[in-house]
């Protein structure tokens, strides 16, 4: 298993998906379809039933090409309380803009890549893990 740091996440696995290659460089890692990949921990954190924290809200942010000035702009906050939640990493962002940016988002995907679907029972948890599986990253589920 790799663990995926290029989302800014902590605790994010990939079971396959991934090959380690050499380069001049030095060993580096290519991970197939980044844009999928990045899309999947999207909603996986859409699914979450605990708040999200400071840096999946960064994380969403940043997956949409918003700016914090932008951010800021569409929760009608000062840009600094964007970056103060971002700063704070693993503490929740407040509960009415962790509601608006899961909607953003989920507004966004769904016209970007169609609807979301959320299941019921979902497991709170920041980590997760994930396969490439048929052409499309997945949340691998331990058997």
């Known amino acids: 298993m790799f663990e995926y740091t290029g989302s800014g996440l902590e605790g994010i696995y990939l079971k396959n998906g991934y090959t380690i290659v ?3 460089y030095g060993q580096g890692v290519k991970i197939e379809d980044v844009e999928g990949l990045h ?3 999207a909603l996986d954190i859409l699914r ?3 708040p999200m924290t400071g840096h999946q809200f960064r994380f969403l942010r940043k997956e949409q090409d918003l700016v914090q000035e932008e951010a800021a702009a569409l929760f009608r906050v000062d840009v600094q309380t964007i970056a103060n939640w971002e700063k704070k990493g693993s503490y929740p962002v407040p509960g009415a803009s962790d509601i ?3 909607a953003w988002f989920s507004a966004y995907i769904h016209v970007n890549y169609g609807p979301v679907r959320v299941e019921p029972g979902t497991p709170a948890d920041e980590g997760a893990t994930f396969q490439h599986c048929q052409d499309k990253w997945v949340e691998a589920h331990a058997a």
Do not use: H, L, P
């Open 22 to 24: 050499e380069s001049s």
């Open 39 to 41: 899309r999947a921990i």
């Open 48 to 50: 979450q039933k605990k």
């Open 100 to 102: 608006a940016m899961r």
